[in-house]
């Protein structure tokens, strides 16, 4: 009983992000009829802009406190979902737009371009916001009078309460170049505040041997209490940072008698799994109000029966359509923070880890039935279940590696519903005059 109600609350959990994702998939397939494949790349989007925020801009505000306050998070993901809109916006207008009359084929090798351009593109990295700043340069340096000290020949001031390096660069005498420097060593001042003038005993942290000022020029830095800022992403894995302490909420130990004694196993809910389920449930809601009570939901409804006519009848549809992918953009950036706090570590932009769990959405939307937003919710959490209890299932009859092949559970849903009903769960068969 443990396994079973353990597996459920993962698959719940699971399934709420492969609903969010699905949800964005089956919203522009719904009114430009167009599987946009760059989706699943704005997940990723998401989650790395919600790790880079929450590494950069915690420390900059000034939040020492760990775990920080629990509006942070909240900060965080409201900020994700904003710039992936806008991301979104612009993806839309520059790529799609101009093809949308085009053939569908022109659309689809689009799609895999934009793609392959987020993938990529995200595996650059610039200093955008630096958190050093140099206030003093000399050419020449030299080991103090004392222990753990130093002698510049320019003055240097230190103000209380900031953070200061000084760091060496050799002189290479074999290069090509007139005054080409290698190294970049960098030392803690421990020096008091005051103005040190030229020639003065700079103290150390640790000790400077004299090998290491030979033929050196230094700069005196002053480091902010923020790490840098550096965009996009890199290429290679970064930690979420902790924005919520995850401790169980509820827990209850299920005893069971085996040969070789009494056998405790825990099933426990976590903060993380109540306000992963919660935000989710929270955003697919506010979805379902916006499509079906509000009149901008009216006119996304229509645009998604016949642009055209929704045209001559006075709808706005490029802003609709436009409105659109934001929507579905944010929620994928919400599915991305969620994804990032469930897993703590996010992949490099271009990881197959992205291109699965993409694929695994894309099969939610089609088998609830894309086009339809009640079937991309179900879809998601189907798929989770049978991913998830697949494997369960298959532990107990024996199969010890049945988690191996939970992939495999998703793919064969997949091929049964194309086999047996095409057009997935909630689907509607359309006709076409040719």
Known sequence: MADFLQTLIIAVTLGSLYALIALGYTMVY?????????????????????????????????????????????????????????????????????????????????????????????QLRFTVIPNERVIAEAQSVEVGSAAKTIKLPVAVRIEAGSKYIVRLYKTTAQATSP???????????????????????????????????????????????????????????????????????????????????????????????????????????????????????????????????????????????????????????????LYALKYQQVQQPAHATWVLLGLKAFVAAVVGGIGNIRGATLGGFLIAFIEQFGAYLGQQIGWGNASAYTDVFVFVLLIVVLLVKPTGIFGSTVREKV
Not at 46 to 65: K, Q
Request: glycine letters at 10%; a positive charge; hydrophobic letters at 50%.
């Open 179 to 337: 005054g080409a420097t290698t190294g970049g060593a960098s030392y803690r001042l421990a020096a008091a505040p005051g103005t040190y003038e030229p020639g003065a005993d700079i103290p150390l942290e640790t000790t400077i041997g004299r090998a290491a000022t030979r033929e050196a020029r230094a700069e005196v830095l002053r480091v902010a209490d923020y790490p840098p800022l550096k965009l996009p992403f890199g290429a290679m894995p970064a930690a979420m940072p902790t924005l919520f302490v995850d401790q169980p909420v509820i827990e209850h130990t299920f005893v069971s008698q085996t040969e070789f004694g009494p056998l405790e196993k825990p099933v426990r809910v976590t903060r993380l799994d109540l306000i992963i389920i919660g935000t989710a449930a929270a955003l697919m809601v506010a979805l379902q109000i916006l499509v079906f009570k509000t009149r901008i939901g009216t006119a996304m409804r229509a645009v998604s029966f016949n642009m055209e006519t929704s045209a001559l009848m006075g709808i706005p549809v490029d802003r609709i359509v436009s409105f659109t992918f934001v929507t579905g953009t944010m929620l994928a950036a919400a599915a991305g923070f």
């Open 30 to 122: 719904g009114v430009l009829k167009l599987i946009n494949f760059a989706h699943s790349d704005v997940v990723v989007l998401g989650a790395w802009i919600s790790v880079t925020l929450g590494v950069f801009l915690i420390p900059f505000m000034g939040i020492t406190a760990q775990p920080p306050p629990w509006w942070t998070g909240g900060l965080v993901l409201l900020l994700s979902m904003l710039i992936c809109g806008g991301i979104g916006f612009l993806i839309e207008r520059l790529a799609y737009k101009p093809i949308r009359k085009a053939p569908r084929l022109n659309a689809l090798i689009t799609a895999i371009g934009v793609s392959l351009f987020l993938q990529n593109s995200g």
